[in-house]
């Protein structure tokens, strides 16, 4: 954040300032009292599990300038320091990151979709490192509290690079009038979350709100091979990226040589440090990214050689007596396509596959996990080990299909009886939505 005095952020966010020096800059906002620093403006958010407003006196044990909140000032003790108090103090945090975000006058980038938005925003971000400084979505700071923080975190970076995720019709509209990407991305559309907006023609809706915050300026760059967005209308304001189709924003002569894919974008050839098929189309978005701001074939060359994927991505994972594919950060039935279809190069070991349930899919449930299954049935894996309620429709369906399938009704049946059902070098991948705490059996293989 550019330094601000107490008495400007009075004036943005309209609220009532106790301080005897208003004329105080600070530079740094925090919602966290763990990670606050001294001289950091303190805004207490309320949850539906916390109060943020109660933290403010362990706030100004840290030295804070201010704290911000939206309780009673009969409520707190103004002795103790510098009080801003406002309607709404989430409200108060995007009036800041909105007047932050006007300060700013280089590319926005924002990136969304079903699937690989977290690694696309990633490799967007490392390539762009090679030519400009950059300011990136950290971790899963992707929603109405997470982008505006980020924008917050803005210094003297000259490019941001910021991730919207959604759950419902609306959130991404949102998002896009606080950040006014001068960039979008759209990885696919796929079945995240549709239990919430009931048909993937209703998520393809929520994900081009990524528009709706740029002006006449604004490029979208898309999956063209998404059966959804390859449908959207062209013009002169959106690209679409494609793999062996000259037509849009392409790249050819694919070929994959064990954990890399090389290829060639406008007759120079890259090799991109990943394997999965998926994730190349998510490199292509990238790379039509770092072409339109101007990168050379030597920055992306290097960018591409220092792209490491995103924690709990496709992490590749070696024990003692097994290579674990971490990929537990979430779930969908493309994603989970995409990182069997990743397992299909392992070829000397036996393949197992740890599943959880796909979350917020409603009435879908059944019909999604059974795709699954048919997904599995259709690529080399010896073994399903399965855990959730959902996931009991992929092991029925597997067991009918007589494929080996293991079924626990809870996580730590699963652990407690693992090791009896894998065998040393055995690959493993496991995957489910992140509300699965799947990472708990990554964490216990590792433990060994």
Known sequence: ????????????????????????????ISKDTRTLRENDVYLGLKGEKFDGNLFYQEAFKKK????????KEEDVDLSLGNFL?????????????SYERDLFSGPVVAVTGSVGKTSTRSLIATLLSEKYSVLSTEGNFNNDIGLPLTILEHANEEVMVLEMGMNHLGEIHKLSLLAKPTIGVITNVGTAHIGNLGSRENILKAKLEITDGMNDDGL??????NDLLGKVKDTSKIIKCYLNEKKGFYIEDIKRVKNNISFKLLNEEYTLNNSSYPMLMNCVLAL??????????????????????????????KTKDYTIIDDTYNASVEAISSAIDFLK????????????????VGEFAQEIHENIARIILNNPVDLVISCGPNAKYIDSYLVKNNLNSIY?????????NLLSNLKENDTILIKASHGMNFKKIVTYLTML
Do not use: W
């Not at 108090?85 to 990151?97: G, I, P, R, T, Y």
């Not at 626990?408 to 652990?415: K, P, S």
């Open 1 to 28: 954040m550019q330094p601000i005095s107490l008495e400007k952020i009075e004036e943005i966010v309209n609220g009532r300032l106790y301080a005897k020096e208003k004329n105080i800059m600070v530079s740094h």
């Open 64 to 71: 804070c300038s201010l704290v911000i909140l939206d309780c």
């Open 85 to 97: 108090f406002v309607e709404n103090s989430l409200d108060a945090l995007h009036k800041l990151a």
């Open 220 to 225: 979208l760059i898309i999956n063209g091979e």
């Open 288 to 317: 039509a990214v770092a072409k339109k701001l101007d990168l050379s074939y030597e920055q992306i060359t290097s960018g591409l050689k220092k792209y490491l994927g995103a924690d709990n991505r496709m992490s590749i994972v």
């Open 345 to 360: 190069n392992y070829n000397n070991e036996r393949k197992v596959v740890i599943l959880g349930d796909i979350l917020e």
């Open 408 to 416: 626990y009704e809870n996580i730590d049946d699963l652990i407690n």
